[in-house]
């Protein structure tokens, strides 16, 4: 049911109304899963962690621990009576392994007792006997063994070899860009509680409950429909809890089917950092042809991430790093070889931007060193890349840039933020310091939104307004601090024509709503936003009939806002309405569905249209940087950011500005370590830095674009939870521009790795001064 929007009077979308859960999370009074009543009996996991890279695993010794005060049990992969690998489409990952341990900190068993710390205390003192063998740790390690979990992709167009030759000239290069943990402030989480009849309700904090659900039922040997799975919020998830959510949901089931106890299992920070996966790394090696001009003439690169022990998510996302490679701008000949590299670490995951970032900033990377090689402003060179009218129009997927506003948005924000002005008087002050140097970049951000799976781009709802004329909502979606469900409430408030504080979200459940889509792809609004949009618009359609039949005039002229419906004849309050016709026997629920149209996509080739549209952005970013010490700061932000016609100006600001964050984190200060054992040693919050309020620009300035959606999108909006964060990769390019002014006549490529640390900062000036 794919309906156009129909013009009903906006009341409650467009406002800055505060998150739902704004006023009970102020108060204490938001209900994470920690924070859920323990039913009596119920009991605690904990982890009992490989302490090698790899092995094969011999036995485990657990007299000692299964001896300790309030032990109840060990359980191991012995205790599963379903499948014994995760529900995953590689069929990789084994759920607690048998013969052989892939990562330090990999599970292979759980203790359960009647505390968590008694939990915890006795898996650490479970023995595991391992046979060492050799573990591959790096992702250089890896291409020369030749070690993948899936096997290479390979995206070309046009003759890039040749053209690549006929090119006046040539730059080649290599770096890499680091990993990134999630560092959700809830960690993850869930409690099993075993009912009648071989039934299951799980509280998981997780992005996708139809997954969770499913999960468990293969390992318990179970039908789907004797589990159900509940979300009411997560305290962040980023990615992190799109697949990984569902090993813990797993483990504690597992853990309760074997004591027959409800058992709830929350990981401490440094196993949740230990166990869980991070964003992928990646290694980038490059040749690239270009006029003159800066126009790119032909690009050959090779994207190599690091996927960890399995799968996981990293076909996807590898895919979608090849599906961005082109940021905003036009590759005629290309040939893009993504290697999806096994390691003995922990198995990465989807991170906000799904490879999107990873896959942009190599080529964001390689126009500004064809600027400094060209000597000219980055910006002019990235202009005459975008894409334009045809033949300059198709990216190297097959999907037609319809929507282009990049070049108009651009040149809106160098005007506003004062582009060429800042860029001379940089280089003036530049000319007078030899210690400090000021760099500055403009990039753009043009990021598809849907999932690449198409079949994952669906949605219900469950819409039910009770006789007071309060409303309450269902969808398939989860909240995890990002406003999804105030937008959807808002969405139906407007829908019905009630006040905002009339409408209620219920906690995401996949007995109300079932096969639904993970919270992810930046699609969570438009999915279950139409969705309940739909749901809503059907109610609405049969009190319009009912009120047309009484007074007897045309249901096209019954109009619902303010709380009221209004007729040619009389206005009516809606509580009043809705009373009159439950007495009348009218349906006062419905369901709602929703599937994106338009789109389609050849995973074997890599091509069609994976998106139903792309949103848009761009920031500049200034910096400065020590050269002594290779100290770096962001000094001022200006960001102009496409989100459609916005539902919550407020809440798309906030996610805005939180991704703009959290990408200069992952690019600046969150550096991942690990040593040669293939221990993390980056594993707690003294030694793993996420930005803090003092890494703010002192001067910061966010607005939004004043266009519409061009597609038939819910309220005219746009997808704003990923886009924000590739906004950031202007602070690397500032950086860089930074490091440049250290030799500003040197024409090479400037060799920066990211996280850009001190050190990393260091590196790249003393490497410009020799």
């Known amino acids: 049911m794919n309906a156009p929007e129909t013009l009903i009077p906006a009341t409650v979308c467009g406002r800055s109304h505060p998150h739902e859960s704004a006023r ?3 108060c204490g009074r938001a209900a994470y899963v920690d924070d859920l009543p323990e039913l009596q009996g119920t009991l605690h996991a904990a982890p009992v962690k490989s302490p090698v890279a790899h092995g094969r695993l011999l036995g485990l010794e657990a007299d000692e621990a299964l001896a300790m005060p309030g032990v109840v049990g060990l359980v191991s992969a012995a205790d599963i009576p379903g499948e014994r690998r995760f529900a995953v489409a590689a069929h990789d990952e084994p759920i607690l392994p048998d013969g052989e341990v892939e990562y330090l900190g990999q599970v292979v068993a759980l203790v359960v007792a009647d505390t968590p710390q008694r939990a915890r205390a006795a898996a650490q003192a479970v023995r595991c006997r391992i046979e060492p063998l050799p573990a591959i740790l790096t992702i250089e390690e890896a291409l020369q063994a030749g070690s993948h979990v899936l096997p290479p992709v390979v995206v070309r167009r046009g003759d890039p070899d040749a053209a690549l030759a006929a090119a006046p000239e040539r730059l080649s290069g290599e770096f890499t860009v680091g990993g990134q943990e999630h560092f959700y402030l809830e960690g993850q989480i869930a409690y099993a509680i075993p009912e009648e009849q071989d039934g299951w309700h799980v509280y998981s904090s997780t992005q996708h409950p139809g997954e969770v659900q499913h999960w468990i039922a293969r390992a318990l040997g179970l039908d789907d429909h004797q589990v159900r799975v509940e979300c009411r919020r997560m305290g962040g998830g980023f990615g992190g809890k799109e697949t990984q959510a569902g090993h813990m949901a797993v483990w504690a089931a597992l853990a309760a089917r074997k004591v027959g106890r409800p058992v709830k299992l929350r990981l401490e920070r440094l196993d949740d950092m230990l166990v869980t996966g991070k964003r992928h790394n990646f290694l980038y090696r490059y040749e690239v042809g270009f006029g003159r001009d800066g126009r790119i003439r032909a690009l050959k690169v090779m994207l190599a991430s690091q996927c960890g022990f399995s799968a996981d998510l990293s076909g996807p996302v590898n895919d979608r790093a090849v599906f961005h490679v082109d940021n905003a701008y036009f590759l005629e000949h290309v040939e893009i070889t993504s290697y999806r590299c096994k390691t003995h670490t922990q198995s990465n995951t989807a991170f906000r931007g799904f490879g999107g970032p990873q896959g942009m900033i190599v080529t964001e990377a390689i126009l500004g060193d064809i600027a400094r090689h060209l000597g000219l402003d980055p910006l002019v060179v990235r202009q005459r890349n975008f894409y334009g009218p045809a033949p300059r129009h198709q990216t190297h997927y097959g999907m037609t840039v319809e929507d282009n506003i990049a070049p108009e948005l651009v040149a809106r924000l160098a005007a506003d933020a004062r582009y060429e002005a800042r860029r001379q008087s940089i280089a003036q002050w530049n000319a007078r310091h030899p210690v400090l140097k000021r760099g500055l970049a403009l990039t753009p951000v043009k990021f598809g939104i849907s999932f690449t799976a198409t079949f994952f781009n669906q949605a219900g709802a469950l819409v039910n307004v009770y006789g007071d004329g309060t409303v309450q909502v269902n969808h ?5 601090g990002q406003g999804l469900h105030t937008k959807v409430c808002q969405i139906v408030a407007d829908e019905l ?3 905002f504080e009339r409408v209620r979200v219920t906690a995401s459940d996949t007995s109300k709503v079932p096969n639904a889509s993970a919270t992810a792809a930046s699609s969570g ?3 279950n936003g139409r969705a309940a949009q739909f749901a809503a618009r059907q109610i609405r359609q049969r009190l319009a009939e009912f009120v047309a039949r009484e007074q007897q005039v045309d249901a096209a002229s019954v109009v ?8 040619p004849t009389q206005t009516l309050d809606f509580a009043q309405v809705v009373h009159r016709a439950y007495l009348a026997r009218v349906q006062l629920w419905s369901d709602g569905f929703y599937a994106t149209p338009k789109i389609h996509y050849d995973k074997h080739t890599l091509s069609g249209r994976p998106f139903y549209y792309f949103a ?14 290779g100290e770096n700061r962001v000094v001022a932000v200006d960001i102009l950011h496409d989100v459609g016609r916005s539902i919550n100006p407020a809440l798309d600001i906030g996610q805005i500005e939180g991704g703009f964050v959290q990408g200069m984190g992952w690019l600046t200060t969150e550096e991942l370590v690990w040593d040669r054992q293939g221990k993390l040693l980056t594993h707690a919050p003294s030694t793993y ?12 300035r966010v607005s939004l674009w004043p266009e519409a959606n061009r597609e038939d999108n819910v309220f005219g909006s746009k997808a704003v939870g990923e886009p ?11 950086l860089r521009d930074a490091v440049a002014a250290v030799a500003p006549e040197d024409r090479r490529p400037v060799v920066l790795h990211a996280p850009a640390t001190p050190e990393s900062v260091l590196r790249a000036v003393q490497a410009r001064r020799g």
């Not at 398939?476 to 995890?480: N, S």
């Not at 619902?560 to 007729?567: H, R, Y």
């Not at 848009?616 to 010490?629: C, F, N, R």
């Not at 830095?689 to 910061?700: E, F, R, S």
């Open 616 to 629: 848009y952005g761009a920031a500049v970013t200034e910096v400065v940087i020590d050269t002594l010490t």
């Open 525 to 527: 609004t438009d999915l």
């Open 476 to 480: 398939g979606g989860t909240e995890m």
């Open 689 to 700: 830095k996420i930005p803090a309020t003092g890494d703010l620009p002192a001067h910061w």
């Open 724 to 734: 924000p964060f590739m906004l950031a990769i202007s602070v690397y390019e500032a």
């Open 24 to 26: 009970a999370q102020v």
């Open 497 to 499: 024509g009630v006040p």
């Open 560 to 567: 619902f806002a303010g709380g009221k419906v209004i007729t």
